[in-house]
């Protein structure tokens, strides 16, 4: 079975990446090309049930339909540094010009210093401009323009088009090597969202009618069947679950149970067998039998259990903290420190041993509850830095809480 990735970048670069996807056996791609990077969000939303995962040609489109919070499907971007620059540094030092003063955006400077230091260049004289959430194409032209009058590199088809009439400017262009590398990268995650979406979900339901639930069952895609003591057995998969839970953070189906019956619990299970799964869901049913009369409960592995609420989709931040705590299984206090840690950062991104340290817990503790905050759609993966010793790399996490 093939699998559909979906293309984002400038017009005159998506037909390039896009056949160097379709190298790879069983991959296909849909072309989707803006005329302003700022249209990459629309795009992606407008195209969001068409592919199996996203490939930016960089990475502002990338950033723009990340923050925007659309990517729902796993993403990657090519990388502009390494194999890419260096490229550019030898087509401009053909033509002449000294590649040891330049100005560069998008590409994070120390990626551009690893880079010039790895080809044995000086790095002194070097200008550049990382990529942050609050960049535009108007502050990376004013960078450019402010600056001595060195030669340009950038990575974005606007700033090309405003400066090329009053600088020399050069705009990078993906190599096939940087684009195989980040399709790898892409079919892993895809790959690995496959087999968790193949995962085995098994949900029992106690209700004191059974009004609305086949229905309720079909639009999971999944079967209904009676089960003991007047316990209904509802058997789906994860992806579905998924999807009807808004990232396993609500079940609208609750409420319209409810309005037909007085008593409505349900334990989701989610696991690798049928015999894990059924297990799981025994303990989140049980959990939600202590909730009360309307309550469900999803039970992952590693002893993680999630309230699901009635009403999902509300912002984690508009929420009773109280509500989240016990969605999550974390204390009150908890959270309000990692609202603090979140604060303080800027909204930057925080490794594991920054949030230790700011609750006073070890690494592993910390690990488990921004796990947890992970899979309740409340924190969410950004990468990982190396921690200079030979211990385990530090994850990064953007708290959304």
Known sequence: MGIVIGVVGPHDLVDDVAATCEEQPGVSALRLDYDHESQAPAIVEAHATAVEGWLFTGIVPYMLARDADLLS????????????????????QHEGHDITRLSIDTIAPADVIA????????????????????????????????????????CLSSVHEALRGELHVLRLAPSVHSVRVALRQLLLAAEGQAQEDAQIAIGLVEADGEEGLPREAAALGGTLAAFRGGTHLLVTTRGPLYDATGGFTGLPMLARLAGHSSVVRVGFGLGRSAAEAESLARRAL???????????????????????????????????????????GLSVPTLEKLLEARDAAGGDALTTREIAERLAVQQRTARRMLHRLELAGLAERTGNLTSGSSGRPLTLYRLTL
């Open 115 to 154: 880079t010039f230091s790895e080809a044995g260049l000086p790095t002194g004289d070097l200008r550049t401009l990382g990529y942050r959430p609050e960049t535009t194409s108007k502050k990376v032209i004013a960078f450019h323009s402010r600056g001595p009058a060195h030669p340009v590199i950038t």
């Open 286 to 328: 049980a959990r939600a039998r202590r909730i009360g009369d309307v309550a469900a409960v999803l039970s992952l592995r590693a002893d993680t259990d999630i309230v699901l609420e009635s009403e999902p989709g509300a912002h984690a931040g508009e929420q009773n903290l109280s509500v989240i705590a016990r969605r999550v």
């Open 73 to 92: 499907r796993p993403a990657a971007f090519v990388d502009y540094s390494g194999a890419t620059l260096l490229s550019a540094l030898v087509r401009l």
